[in-house]
C-alpha cells in the first residue's frame, strides 16, 4: 500500500470510530508519545482544543450524545510529504436524534486533517472542521 493510500485508510479508521462510537478505536487514530502534546483539534463551532487528552475528551463527549451519525466522504485530496501528510475532504453527514423517532438531519463539513508517521503507522495529529453554511453553489447565473 503507498503512503497515499495509507493515509485514506487511516482516515477511514477515524470515521468508524466515530461512526460507531468506539472510543478505543479513537484512541488509536489519535497521535500519541512525541506528538500528544501537540494534538490540535477544532470541532465545527467550537473553540480550538490541544493535547491528546483534551481532544480525545471532547470525542468521547460528542460519541456519547450522538446517536446515530453517517459520513460520506467527497473531495478527499491526500499529499504525503515525508512523515507528514494532509487530507483534505468534505463530509456529507446524515445524523439522528434519539429524542425524535425517525427524524433524521443533514449538513456539511469541510476538513483538514494532518497525519503524522509514527512508529510506521500514519497516525492523526491536527483536525479542523468548518461548516459549510450554503449548501448550493453559485453557478454565475442571476
Known amino acids: ?11 477511514a479508521k477515524f470515521y468508524t470510530a466515530f461512526e460507531t462510537g468506539d472510543l478505543d478505536l479513537m484512541h488509536e487514530v ?12 477544532v470541532h465545527p463551532g ?10 480525545l475528551r471532547s470525542w468521547a463527549l460528542i460519541m456519547a450524545n450522538t446517536a ?9 485530496h491526500t499529499e504525503v510529504r ?9 463530509e456529507n453527514i446524515l445524523t ?13 463539513v469541510v476538513t483538514t486533517k494532518v497525519f503524522v508517521r509514527d512508529e510506521g503507522q500514519w497516525r492523526l495529529w491536527v483536525h ?7 449548501g448550493t453553489q453559485d453557478d ?3
Open 82 to 90: 515525508g512523515d507528514f501528510a494532509i487530507l483534505t475532504c468534505e
Open 46 to 55: 467550537w473553540t480550538m482544543l490541544r493535547g491528546r487528552g483534551e481532544v
Open 128 to 134: 479542523h472542521g468548518s461548516p459549510v453554511l450554503n
Open 30 to 41: 489519535w497521535a500519541d508519545g512525541d506528538y500528544a502534546e501537540g494534538v490540535t483539534c
Open 140 to 142: 454565475g447565473s442571476d
Open 1 to 11: 500500500m503507498d503512503d497515499a493510500a495509507a493515509v485514506e485508510a487511516a482516515n
Open 96 to 108: 439522528a436524534d434519539r429524542d425524535e423517532e425517525g427524524f433524521l438531519a443533514g449538513g456539511s
Open 68 to 76: 446515530y451519525i453517517q459520513f460520506v466522504l467527497t473531495e478527499v
